[in-house]
């Protein structure tokens, strides 16, 4: 925690995927910052290498980083480097949360139901051994074959038979070097946001689209439909509200996460854990807060006040 906070830089951009988002979350979060009577200023680690941060014009940096580079233990290695304390997670729970196939390891540990999966390496990739850990994983269609380390539902392919599965697999491989395969579950799209070790709510998604998608999250003109809180039993709302809480502590997450869970044959499903969660104004996260009865400058304010190193 940091004792008196003035001055706050507000890292936000960068080169993933995801830097439209994080230019919308970050301009958020900086107009909430002047609300409450920080001085701000902005870094873009695409216009200006986050080891040229001058450190003595700043108290505390606010993370408004998405994907990779900025959600996935890098920029927070130049934080720690710099000594500056900053906002969200730390190093290896962002690296660790942010890696699909090692984050899923976690939540098996922690009892944590998670589809069924495996890894795709682009070096040992081809048709037979495809079939084989299909086989051996007794995975049925249809599956998903998505990037082991992005966000956003960036890359993600829904397949319905093995030779769209192995088009699809060789098309992500391109860009990709590792690709995690794992059976689609179907049901409710349930989301919570835990912030400082306590789990806020849960909200349900309805996407228009195929399934929760890049458009879907996005896009106002996707008409996903927003249902909070999410109609679940209060039984069944608990109980994944314990979950995101679960999963957010035994990945180590600091601040806010936003756990993603498919609710199917009465079981939850955790599909991943945020550790940057979107700030924009279709986020889900400020929906879930708001409902709960917490401001979005208030929301900033606790993610901010949490602030620290040694993560």
Known sequence: MVNKINKVLVVLGGTS???EISISTG??????????????FIHDPKKKSLNLIDKKKVDVIFNALHGKNG?????????????????????ICSYNAMNKSISKQIFKNNNIRT??????KKS????????????????????????INEGSSIGVKICKNFSILFKSINLLLKKYDDLI???????????????????LGAIELKPKRQ??????????????????????????????????????????CRGVSRSDFKFYKNQFFLLETNTQPGMTSLSLVPEIARYKGISFKNLVRKILLDADLNK
């Open 181 to 199: 395969i794992e059976k689609f579950i179907g049901g409710q799209e349930i989301q919570v946001a835990v912030l400082n070790n306590l789990s």
């Open 27 to 40: 301009k958020a979060c900086v107009k909430a910052l002047k609300q409450l009577g920080y001085k701000v």
């Open 17 to 19: 995927g995801e830097r």
């Open 115 to 120: 589809p069924k999966y495996f890894v795709i």
């Open 124 to 147: 040992y990739f081809n048709k037979k051994f495809l079939k084989n850990r299909i086989r051996e994983k007794r995975i049925k269609f249809p599956v998903v074959a998505k990037p």
């Open 71 to 91: 959600e996935d233990g890098v920029a927070q290695s130049y934080f720690e480097y710099l000594r500056i304390p900053y906002t969200h997670s730390g190093v």
């Open 211 to 252: 399934f929760y998608d890049y458009k879907a999250k996005y896009s106002k003109k996707a008409n996903t439909e927003h249902i909070m809180p999410a109609n679940l039993s209060k039984i069944k709302y608990n109980q994944v509200l314990k979950i995101a809480k679960i999963a957010h502590k035994s990945l180590g």
